[in-house]
């Protein structure tokens, strides 16, 4: 009887996460299922970041990147929940217990298990934790900025701290002599990452009342929150002379950020050059769609992202013979 290849994909799949865990050294079967329930995760809600990984870092890598997306999610799912009191009042319970794991307090729950074995493995990513904890109130307070100050304290202590969970894994130890270029690269492209993003989710942001654009920079060009909402169609004008100069700050901070691949060892340039391409793509669409953002955001196809994904996967292979 043959096989159904669906089936077959699948197999092959499981086959090649098992191998990648063996890979990392993860030996103990609580401890890969505890990864392989990140994994799922990941592959759920950030499809195109657990596609990313997993054609684009070396094997033994892919496992503490995901296990460190899925905390990320985790806390980021505690701070949506119920309105702002709630909101602290889980962010205060979960930074509890990940400060406990981070102390060394055993646990049975599998992202926070992950993470800490994750954190054993890789030394440098424990302060990265500490520091998007102290960032999140941050973020469970945020209804908008008033000034262009506060997006830049926002992006510092919230921002950043959630990047680099990640790129602590594939830039250089502290130390290093190419770390602290590293690190400013990193907050560049954060920068234009996160200005891009408020620009493209205006739509959705929009609903929940605030938005990531500056009121002040609203008011220069003689708008305000509630004429996005109420008028929207009047406020094409004014919005696209916002979205204009918005997108033109986060291309300049991002063409800042180019050499940042080069600051990383070679079998980490594939992901990481993925991930900027594809955040130049997104900046494209932005500035496309003007101020016709407001109706239906920005994104770009999902084919073209997945032709840049492709590209780098044989720069990738090419790299691992």
């Known amino acids: 009887m043959s096989q159904d290849p669906a089936t077959t994909r699948g197999d092959r799949s499981l086959s090649r996460w098992s191998a990648a865990l063996t890979q990392a050294g993860i030996s103990d079967q609580g401890m890969r299922r505890a990864y392989d329930v990140q994994r799922k995760l990941v592959r759920s809600y950030r499809r195109e970041e657990y596609l990313a990984a997993r054609l684009l870092l070396p094997a033994e890598l892919r496992p503490y990147v995901l296990a460190a997306v899925a905390f990320m999610h985790e806390t980021d799912r505690r701070i949506d929940l119920g309105d702002v009191s709630a909101r602290h009042e889980a962010l205060r319970s979960w930074n509890g217990q990940v400060r406990a794991v981070l102390d060394g307090t055993k646990t049975e729950q599998d992202t926070l298990r992950a993470l800490q074995d994750t954190v054993h493995r890789h030394p440098q990513m424990a ?29 510092d202590c919230y921002s950043m701290p959630a990047l680099m969970l990640t790129a602590c894994l594939i ?6 002599a190419q770390h602290e270029a590293f690190e400013r690269g990193c907050r560049q492209l954060i920068e234009a990452m996160q200005r891009t993003d408020f620009l493209a989710d205006l739509p959705e942001d929009l609903e929940q009342g605030h938005i990531g654009i500056p009121r002040d920079e609203l008011l220069r060009h003689g708008l305000d929150v509630e004429d996005l909402r109420e008028r929207p169609e009047a406020c094409v004008p004014a919005l696209e002379r916002v979205v204009n100069a918005q997108a033109a700050l986060a291309d300049r901070v ?27 793509l997104r900046l494209r669409a932005v500035k496309t769609a003007g101020g016709s953002v407001l109706e239906s955001g920005a994104s770009p196809a999902a084919s073209t992202t997945l032709k840049i994904l492709w590209q780098e996967y044989r720069a990738f292979r090419k790299h691992q013979r």
């Open 127 to 155: 302060e990265r934790v500490r520091d998007f904890l102290d960032g999140t109130p941050v973020e469970a307070a945020w209804r908008g900025f008033e000034s262009e100050a506060e997006l830049q304290t926002y992006v």
């Open 171 to 176: 830039g250089p130890l502290p130390g290093a």
């Open 254 to 280: 991002f063409s800042q950020a180019r050499e940042l691949p080069a600051l990383v060892e070679p079998q980490y340039r594939p992901f990481l050059r993925a991930l900027m391409a594809v955040q130049s």
